[in-house]
């Protein structure tokens, strides 16, 4: 059974960048506005969230640089800017919770991954702090060996 098949969601992209370059403390989910060429799109697969950051301003949050390619089959009158600004739909309470921790402890809010779950476009945000050069070798270093773990224990059995 396939991912989708199980819990309703689909994967569409996702920010292996955005894991590399901080720690990522909490992840909350939140919807998107979107128009429908957009949409199609997001279905199509052509999304990019590697560059994307959000920012809360006035009790708003919304995800900047998410560049989105223009629908192919849209015509001109219904095409936007790639990378514009798209507000985030999420309860205030949670923004205002949001607001504090990154006035508080400098913290940034980094989209993690987009998905679809049943059939609504949903965007997964982290609260991450900044990683340090080390942290990212320390991290490196981490994912090498594991993969050299899991490579012996399959070169051993087989």
């Keep these: 059974m396939s991912e989708k098949a199980k819990t309703g969601i689909k994967p569409v992209a996702s920010n292996k960048k955005a894991y590399h370059e901080y720690f990522i403390d909490?992840?909350?989910?939140?919807?998107?506005m979107l128009t429908g060429p957009e949409?199609?799109?997001?279905?199509a697969g052509q999304v990019n969230?590697?560059?994307?950051?959000?920012?809360?301003?006035?009790?708003?949050?919304?995800v900047d640089n998410m560049h989105i390619s223009p629908y192919e089959f849209g015509n001109r009158e219904n095409t936007s800017d790639p990378t514009?600004?798209?507000?985030?739909?999420?309860?205030k309470l949670e923004i205002i919770k949001l607001a504090r921790k990154i006035d508080e402890r400098g913290f940034s809010l980094i989209p993690t991954r987009?998905?679809?779950?049943n059939g609504r476009?949903?965007?997964?945000?982290?609260?991450?702090?900044g990683k340090k050069l080390y942290d990212k070798?320390?991290?490196?270093?981490?994912?090498q060996s594991e993969r050299e773990a899991q490579?012996?224990?399959r070169d051993h059995r087989g």
């Design 49 to 62: 969230l590697k560059d994307a950051f959000c920012r809360i301003r006035n009790g708003e949050l919304f």
């Design 151 to 153: 490579r012996a224990i």
């Design 84 to 91: 514009r600004e798209r507000k985030l739909l999420m309860h």
């Design 39 to 43: 949409i199609k799109s997001i279905r």
């Design 26 to 32: 909490e992840v909350f989910e939140a919807g998107i």
């Design 137 to 143: 070798r320390e991290t490196l270093k981490q994912q």
């Design 114 to 117: 987009l998905y679809l779950k």
């Design 121 to 129: 476009c949903k965007i997964e945000i982290g609260l991450g702090r």
